[in-house]
């Protein structure tokens, strides 16, 4: 790795951001795409984070903040450039935008089967709450 860019994902990203979630990312969310992608964009223009590496898309991570909750969604990096502290640098990235924000505590989205993730998160200094469970409504 030798030129790692963290970046914020703009309207033209879209397409690229899509391919590399179908690859790099475990399971699908009901927002995956164009749509969804460009909500996400123009509500909040900084909470897509992109890993760029010599000019190839390598990571994303969503940090969204609702004035109220810190959220880290889609951390996910390209199984070409895993092991190189790409999830690290863009959980940083997220966890500056969350303290300039005035955010106080981050809630990450995992899933149970990714194992691999599991570490990932731990490592991060971030640890599971049990006595939670995620409730959803499709609209």
Same mark, same amino acid.
């Given at each position: 790795?030798?030129? *790692?860019?963290?970046? =914020?994902?703009?309207?033209?990203?879209?397409? !690229?951001?899509?391919?590399?979630?179908?690859? !790099?990312?475990?399971?699908?969310?009901? /927002?995956?795409? #164009?749509?969804?992608?460009?909500?996400?964009?123009? #509500?909040?223009?900084?909470?897509? *984070? &992109?890993?760029?590496?010599?000019? #190839? &898309?390598?990571?994303?991570?969503?940090?969204?903040?609702?004035?109220?909750?810190?959220?880290?969604?889609? &951390? !996910? +990096? =390209?199984?070409?450039? @895993?092991?190189?502290?790409?999830?690290?640098? &863009?959980?940083? !990235?997220?966890?500056?935008?969350?303290?300039?924000?005035?955010? #106080?505590?981050?809630?990450?989205?995992?899933?149970? +089967?990714? /194992?691999?993730?599991?570490? /990932?998160?731990? +490592?991060?200094?971030? =640890?599971?709450?049990? =006595?939670? @469970?995620?409730? +959803?409504?499709?609209?």
């Amino acid at each position: 790795m030798t030129d *790692l860019e963290i970046r =914020h994902a703009t309207l033209s990203d879209i397409d !690229a951001v899509l391919r590399f979630w179908r690859e !790099a990312a475990e399971g699908t969310s009901i /927002t995956d795409d #164009r749509d969804g992608v460009a909500g996400l964009i123009d #509500r909040d223009p900084e909470a897509l *984070l &992109l890993a760029v590496c010599d000019g #190839r &898309l390598a990571g994303t991570v969503i940090a969204g903040y609702d004035g109220w909750r810190c959220s880290a969604y889609r &951390l !996910a +990096v =390209h199984p070409e450039f @895993r092991r190189q502290g790409i999830a690290r640098e &863009l959980m940083d !990235a997220a966890e500056r935008r969350f303290l300039a924000l005035g955010g #106080r505590r981050v809630d990450a989205m995992v899933l149970e +089967v990714n /194992t691999q993730a599991h570490h /990932t998160w731990t +490592v991060g200094g971030y =640890h599971r709450e049990d =006595h939670w @469970r995620r409730w +959803v409504k499709s609209l």
